[in-house]
């Protein structure tokens, strides 16, 4: 079998993964490297997105690495069973920060997250950089973090990458990649020490984001799940549209113990290379001791109308939920705060 050449053995790193390849003729590569912070506003905090913000252009030059999640209000908290520990939500967060580094064309601040100031990626800061001339946007979906005895931290996920392909009808295709990511801390953060990363092929979009409904209706059965890493990347920009980091977000759901959502009927408008829909939402939580807890509001998603980006599917852009007086679900109670505006 042929030799991957730098760009193809990065695109499949567009996980943010050194591939341990085993095809026998391309050799085996362990990953890792230092974690980054990202910056984050307030924990309680749920924005309301802009109707002039654009998906980027087809043509937009490298700016991201590979894949494909959504939010409970903050003052509803998750069972304690459901928040990862420390080091786990330290380890998603490097990912995270990783996949948002490469986004933003930071690629050394990407390749420094790799253990060893970026010698467990398997290539020198100059090939690692050249393996993403060709990408314009990675999303990612994230699995639930594991962690073993020996303090490692495997994150598993899924990535979309949209990259530039000259000879396709639109000029760009999406690519997709399965795997999984180790990590252990060390001075300065957690590192990335190998990644496990092969491309995987799927329906575009994924059913979940496939309508808005159907994005809400993932993202709640995330949280139900106490699958909040998943959670977490049904926002906007690889989870950064929730205003939050990976812990936040998390924390926030420390006594929820489970979570629904009942959803009107959507508005939708128009804007530059983008469609968003307004859905009215009424959530019902029970926490941890038993009480329950009814939220009402809207969700406002976008989904990029520009191809291919529009195959990526519906993702959270914002929200206004706030607290209200208790209604059963399925109750008219519930039915008239939909139609209504939650009045």
């Given at each position: ?269 128009g804007a530059a290379g983008s469609v968003y829909t307004d859905i009215p939402s009424v959530v019902h939580a029970t926490t941890s001791d038993g009480s329950q807890q009814t939220f009402c509001g809207t969700y406002t998603l976008r989904r990029s109308n520009v191809p291919p980006f529009d195959k990526l599917g519906w993702q959270i852009e914002g929200a206004k939920i706030a607290a209200h007086a208790y209604v059963a679900p399925g109750s008219p109670e519930e039915q008239q705060l939909l139609v209504n505006g939650c009045s």
């Amino acid at each position: 079998m042929r030799r991957l050449t730098s760009i193809a053995y990065n695109r499949i790193l567009l996980a943010g993964a050194a591939l341990i390849l085993t095809l026998a003729s391309c050799g085996t590569q362990p990953i890792s490297a230092p974690t980054a912070t990202v910056p984050v506003p307030s924990a309680t905090t749920v924005p309301q997105p802009s109707a002039t913000s654009t998906p980027p252009a087809p043509t937009v030059a490298a700016t991201a690495t590979p894949v494909a999640t959504t939010l409970l209000p903050t003052a509803i908290p998750a069972a304690p069973t459901a928040v990862p520990t420390v080091s786990q939500s330290a380890a998603v967060q490097t990912i995270l920060a990783y996949y948002n580094n490469i986004n933003q064309k930071e690629y050394e601040a990407s390749y420094r997250l790799w253990a060893n100031n970026g010698a467990a990626s398997g290539q020198t800061l100059a090939q690692f950089t050249a393996g993403f001339t060709q990408t314009v946007q990675v999303d990612i979906q994230l699995g639930e973090p594991t962690a073993a005895a020996d303090s490692v931290v495997t994150v598993p996920l899924t990535i979309l990458s949209v990259v530039n392909t000259p000879g396709s009808t639109t000029g760009q295709t999406i690519e997709q990649y399965q795997g999984t990511y180790m990590l252990v801390p060390n001075t300065g953060g957690w590192h990335i020490t190998s990644a496990q990363i092969a491309a995987s092929s799927g329906t575009l979009p994924p059913a979940t984001l496939a309508t808005p409904e159907s994005a809400l209706q993932g993202y709640y059965a995330a949280i139900d799940q106490h699958a909040l890493a998943q959670a977490f990347t049904y926002w906007s920009g690889n989870g950064q549209a929730s205003q939050q980091t990976f812990e936040q977000f998390a924390t926030g759901y420390a006594h929820t113990a489970s979570a629904t959502i009942a959803l009107g009927k959507g508005q939708g408008q128009g804007a530059a290379g983008s469609v968003y829909t307004d859905i009215p939402s009424v959530v019902h939580a029970t926490t941890s001791d038993g009480s329950q807890q009814t939220f009402c509001g809207t969700y406002t998603l976008r989904r990029s109308n520009v191809p291919p980006f529009d195959k990526l599917g519906w993702q959270i852009e914002g929200a206004k939920i706030a607290a209200h007086a208790y209604v059963a679900p399925g109750s008219p109670e519930e039915q008239q705060l939909l139609v209504n505006g939650c009045s």
